[in-house]
């Protein structure tokens, strides 16, 4: 009986295929999840060494009702598997000039917060945080979830963007409101998470400093993966599959129609849809090679403006930092020139801002007694650059290690006791996004919403894209709200049975 269930399959694990495949699952679809790696979580993966875990990609939770209705949706409750954690204050952002500032929920504690910093930007703060608001009720509520498969889609939003400014940077849309520049910076740093450069991304991504309030921001105990491995298990729970070192190498089409993939192993498993988690440029540039697009054609591809990548080091500490909080930013220097730096010139810059993640604040269990789990990630210029990271990485990580010791961790280099790096090159190699960028296209004003690739495929029909190169965008809610969508645009099993 289940057999003759229409089959579905979902070309990689990360948080958007794995949601996939539950919602496709909840709709009456057998479905069978291709995973290149070992394990699930693509891109959210976890390693495991020396006693120490650590996530290798997104640790932020901001939406957790995307989460608990996926759990829904396949008969269970989200409470029962994963333990949320709020964290207060959200991040501690450092200065070079030694200036700290915290990010909570309370409007009452951030008014407080930005006194400190600027006394005469709080009345700036509390409009530049109502606008930020109108643009989430519109930005995050009303079009997270709309497909954007026609010009008309875009043309019944446009009044909204205009009316919201849309054409202005999220910098430019903070610094109407606030006039110190560290309070500029750090209402505005935010796009940063989903591979944007706040000087240049459309203010659309303000929302994310109202969402964070809205809904908190939260760490899953046990860490991110976690959450994949309860999702894994919703797709198991439905009676569905997840086949692990299963590579894709191609998208097979007949007649216009997805109908399968050929696996790098040689094997064809055949289906009624196909779903690609995988880089929206790679799946179009490599997993349908053979099929004449027209609209993202190669030549569009290699002009398309592709995301930062990012340089991390994973860590494991014989002593704990206890005066570290959960999630810290120092901030080098230079910020605009340095983004400039990696957005732009794709120059690899002798100085850094850095994204120190310590989870062990919250979660003790991801050590050894009496030790601590960090990461701090990089953010730096896509492989389009000429940085050769074979030669760069081990050099880099040591100016970053020491600057750790001058900051924040003291005597750091003495207490690691494990150590492991991702580069621009892991991301091309291991990850499969083009150019090696972290976030896959850079989510400008004309490439967003219709602008972007569409999660129904304009190439390729019963084809459909979840993740951060497709609508809505990177970070977890995005990459959610993308599977999200599938609820309209890929037909009921029903209606193909």
């Known amino acids: 009986m289940a057999e003759r269930r229409p089959h579905a399959i979902v070309i990689g694990s990360g948080f958007g295929g794995l949601a996939a495949a539950i919602r496709l699952g ?49 008969g269970r409750e989200f409470a029962d598997d994963i333990t949320l954690k709020s964290l207060s204050p959200f991040y501690r952002l450092i200065f070079a000039d030694g200036t700290t500032f915290e990010e909570f929920s309370d409007p009452d504690v951030m008014r407080k917060e930005v006194a400190r910093i600027s006394p005469g930007d709080v009345e700036g703060y509390d409009r530049f945080m109502a606008e930020s608001e109108a643009i989430f009720r519109v930005g995050f509520e009303q079009l997270a979830h709309v497909p954007f498969g026609s010009l008309l889609d875009m043309a019944k939003v446009l009044p909204d963007f205009v009316r919201l400014q849309s054409f202005r940077s999220v910098y430019s849309c903070v610094s109407r409101y606030v006039k110190d520049e560290r309070l500029r910076i750090a209402l505005s740093f935010h796009p940063l998470f989903i591979g944007a450069n706040p000087f240049r991304t459309t203010s659309i991504y303000a ?34 599959e997840i086949r692990l070192n299963a590579e894709v190498d191609e998208i097979l089409v007949e007649n216009g129609r997805a109908c399968g993939v050929r696996l790098a192993s040689g094997e064809m498993i055949a289906a009624d849809v196909v779903v690609s988690n995988a880089d929206s440029a790679f799946t179009y540039r490599k ?7 027209r609209r993202w054609t190669n030549e569009k591809i290699d002009r398309a403006r592709y995301s930062m990548s990012l340089f991390v080091w994973y860590f494991g500490t014989d002593r704990t930092y206890p005066d570290v909080a959960h999630h810290t930013i120092l901030l080098g ?7 400039s730096d990696i957005f732009d010139k794709k120059r690899l810059a002798p100085d850094f801002s850095l994204y120190l993640h310590r ?44 600057h750790l010791s001058k900051t924040v961790l003291p005597d750091l280099k003495s207490h690691v006791v494990s150590s492991r790096m991702t580069t621009p090159l892991d991301f091309r190699n291991r990850l499969l996004s083009l150019n090696g960028a972290a976030f896959g296209l850079e ?55």
């Open 443 to 497: 989510p400008v004003f004309t490439q967003s919403a219709w602008f972007r690739p569409h999660n129904k495929s304009e190439e390729v029909d019963r084809l459909y894209l979840v993740g951060a190169g497709t609508h809505p965008g990177a970070g977890l809610p995005g990459v959610l709200s993308s599977a999200r969508i599938l609820d309209e645009v890929v037909p009921d099993a029903a209606a193909l049975a």
């Open 359 to 402: 989870p062990t604040a919250t979660d003790p269990s991801l050590a050894p007694a009496g030790c601590d789990t960090f990461y701090v990630l990089s953010p730096v210029p896509h492989l389009g650059g000429n940085t050769d990271w074979r030669t760069e990485a081990e050099a880099y990580r040591q100016t970053i290690e020491e």
């Open 287 to 293: 997993l349908l090679r053979s099929v004449k697009r």
């Open 207 to 240: 929302m994310i400093t109202f969402l964070q309030r809205h809904w908190g921001v939260h760490f899953a105990m046990g860490g991110t993966g976690a959450l994949i491995e309860g999702m894994a298990g919703l797709v198991q729970h439905q009676g569905n």
């Open 333 to 339: 220097p230079r910020y605009r020139e340095l983004l």
């Open 26 to 74: 909840a709709r009456g679809y057998r479905v069978t999840v291709l995973e290149k790696l070992d394990q699930p979580g693509g891109r959210a993966y976890v390693f495991r060494q020396d006693g120490f875990t650590f996530d290798a990609g997104p640790t932020i939770v901001t939406a957790p009702f995307l989460f608990e209705e996926l759990w829904r949706l396949a």
